[in-house]
């Protein structure tokens, strides 16, 4: 037997004959004519080989051999039925799924525990795993499934395949402690070029952004220390008098801990943070429910938004007298 010669149609006659074993109303059930109906047993008995089913006084009864395939006909009919022409669901209240998504270590911070939240309201038996954003050949990752969503900062993250919807655009902020002996409520060009800096060097990460307008302003900061991640940066600058600058967020986080967030004296491009996957993964249920709930918790969401009005105030009016100095636009893009 040769599987090409079998139309799927025709096991759908198979099995409803199976059910009815009446080859008339068989054909009124599937709208076919009963000719149409004959002829597709006797298509049915030339594949198999085997009269498949006899008429007798109490209709149309199945041969030895038709009862020893008939189960494996519900199964393949189900199979299609189930796996196949209905499209997949996802069922959040039903689901362990692993969920995997890289980010920064202030993506973590700041990104993380809403998400994470609002999965665990919703699907109790799923789990979140974050990978770090040096994850070689991220898009092969997002491709193969290995990691479902990237979210942060990633300018490189670009390609035919790649989807990206934007989340919000994040500000700098530079901080100092509380009790700084020469830094007040506000930070001036002078105080801020005078002061002595931690700088995170990462490569293609948000913070090239900052530094980036530094070089082309052309200012002279004395460094005294540089630093892989920033997770130690808040720490260092409340027990020293150094000053960073880092996103807005992460020093939100620890404003509480003896920090004072002061607006840069320079204008600065704002952080567009996105939301990535790869377009393999557009009609995958479970990674569509997850971009939801990411856009859903995240979208014009940026903690910044909340700061005090004074600070929005005093963050444009620093920015301003250098501002001219060399135009720093960014445009928000909305998916």
């Known amino acids: 037997m040769d599987i090409r010669r079998l139309d ?24 076919m004519s009963q000719p149409m109906a004959s002829t597709g047993l006797r298509k ?8 498949l089913f006899l008429s007798t006084g109490r209709g149309m009864r199945p041969t030895p051999f038709a009862e020893s395939i008939a189960e494996a006909v519900r199964t ?4 299609v039925d189930q796996q196949i022409l209905r ?5 959040p209240e039903d689901s362990d799924r692993v969920f995997t998504v890289t980010t ?3 993506g973590v911070l700041i990104f993380i525990p809403p998400i994470l939240q609002r999965i665990r309201s919703m699907a109790p038996g799923a789990s979140l795993r974050c990978l770090p954003t040096s994850h070689e050949d991220l898009e092969d990752a997002l491709e193969s499934g290995e990691i479902d969503l990237a979210i942060g900062y990633f300018p490189d993250l670009v390609g035919p395949n790649i989807v990206t919807e934007d989340l919000f655009d994040h500000p700098f902020t530079s901080i100092v402690r509380k009790d700084h002996p020469t830094i007040g409520d506000t930070l001036s060009l002078e105080q801020f070029l005078a002061a002595d800096h931690i700088v995170v060097n990462q490569q293609g990460r948000s913070q090239e952004i900052f530094e980036r307008r530094v070089r082309e302003l052309k200012l002279q900061r004395r460094v005294v220390l540089h630093l892989p991640h920033f997770m130690s940066v808040p720490q260092l600058i409340a027990t020293s008098d150094m000053i960073s600058t880092v996103p807005f967020s992460l020093g939100a986080w620890y404003a509480n801990a003896g920090l004072k967030l002061l607006p840069p004296p320079v204008s600065i491009p704002l952080i567009e ?3 990535h996957w790869h377009r393999r993964m557009d009609n995958e249920p479970a990674v569509r429910w997850l971009q939801t709930i ?18 929005a105030k005093s963050r444009a009016k620093a920015a301003a007298p250098i501002a ?12």
Request: aromatic share 6%.
């Open 294 to 311: 990411v856009a859903e918790e995240l979208r014009d969401r940026d903690p910044a938004l909340a700061m005090s009005a004074d600070y």
């Open 324 to 335: 001219g100095r060399s135009a720093a636009t960014t445009t928000s893009r909305r998916r």
């Open 8 to 31: 799927l149609n025709l096991l759908l006659l198979l099995d409803g004959l199976f059910r009815t074993q009446n080859l008339s109303a068989l054909s009124r059930e599937l709208g």
């Open 104 to 106: 920064s270590d202030i």
């Open 87 to 91: 499209k997949p669901r996802f069922v």
């Open 76 to 79: 393949v009919l189900s199979t």
């Open 273 to 275: 943070l996105k939301q």
């Open 44 to 51: 049915l008995r030339d594949f198999f080989g085997d009269p």
